[in-house]
């Protein structure tokens, strides 16, 4: 299985370093051929394939591309395999229950995505599996046909009114587009992927120059809950609105949506961040006391 790039480090140094309430920050994201078809969360993407000569699974060390071809000019590599020198400690994760005497550990890097990770090779395989394609981008791919937006802001709402230091309780409405999980497939040079995609946090710009980042979509006001504070995703406003422009603090809130993908093909997995964004607006006002 491909580890990401955290494992690579643990690889090269023998160590592997191995969600909360609201809180204040300090301040203030395929082309297919024709015929290609699919449905909306289950796309398929068309590509041609190359002809692959995957490095040896013996090999020096050497890094060799992942796709070339014989009798042609080769084509920028999407992905290369480096036997890693030296080999990593036995306890290493990119030994996948393996030991020396089974094969070797190689580092695998994809330029066109940036991404590097480590994967076991048996001794006397033709090599590492080589994909003709960055399988990573064949997610970016599966998330494009998503359509992922941004959160769906119900509360503070553009019609409503709040007062100066009184409890305002932020929350979304959730939906697959805005909130996840939403899930897709897509294939591309040989290589199937399936990816799942869901917000991890949220971070609000208030728009008074405080920033809160809420680890949920927040709980919805009832009137039952007076003037209590929201229990994970609140702002209290100190000052009053009225000399901003249209009289309104202008906010986003701005989402963190966490993609995990696999391709099982190829024994391999990984990570990545996708960002929407919102944005809002809130009247703030003062009390005004009448002797």
């Known amino acids: ?21 609201a809180h204040a920050d300090g301040g203030g994201s395929g082309v297919g051929t024709p015929g290609c078809k699919g449905a909306t969360m289950f796309v398929k993407v068309c590509a041609e394939e190359t002809v692959s000569t995957p490095p040896s699974g013996s090999g020096s060390g050497k890094t060799r591309p992942a796709n070339s071809t014989g009798g042609k000019k080769p084509t920028p590599p999407p992905c ?28 695998v890097h994809c330029p066109d995505s940036g991404r590097v990770g480590v994967t076991f090779v048996p ?5 590492p599996a080589a994909p003709t394609i960055d399988p990573e981008l064949v997610a970016r791919r599966a998330v494009d046909s998503m359509k992922l937006v941004g959160p769906a802001v119900a509360s503070p709402r553009a019609a409503g009114r709040y007062v100066v230091g009184m409890p305002m309780w932020m929350w979304v409405t959730r939906s697959t587009s805005s909130y996840g999980p939403a899930t897709a497939k897509a294939t591309a040079g040989g290589v199937t992927v399936t990816a799942t995609a869901k917000v991890a946090a949220i971070r609000w710009d ?21 003037k209590s504070t929201s229990p994970d995703c609140g702002h209290r406003y100190e000052r009053s609105a009225a000399g901003q422009p249209d009289g309104r603090y202008k906010g986003t809130a701005t989402p963190t949506w966490t993609v995990t993908w696999t391709a099982p093909a190829l024994n391999d997995g990984g990570e990545f961040t ?9 009247r703030v006002g003062e009390v005004q006391v009448l002797n």
């Open 206 to 226: 208030m728009g008074d120059g405080t920033t809160i980042t809420c680890h949920g979509p927040g709980t919805p006001y009832s009137a039952d809950r007076g």
């Open 123 to 127: 001794t006397g395989a033709a090599g």
């Open 274 to 282: 996708e960002i929407r964004q919102t944005a809002f607006s809130v």
């Open 1 to 21: 299985m491909l580890k990401r790039a955290a494992a690579t480090t643990a690889a090269l140094t023998g160590a592997l370093l191995l969600a909360p309430a």
């Open 80 to 107: 290369t395999y480096t036997k890693l020198t030296p080999q990593p400690p036995k306890n290493n994760l990119g030994w996948e229950g393996h030991t020396a005497k089974d094969g070797a550990v190689y580092q």
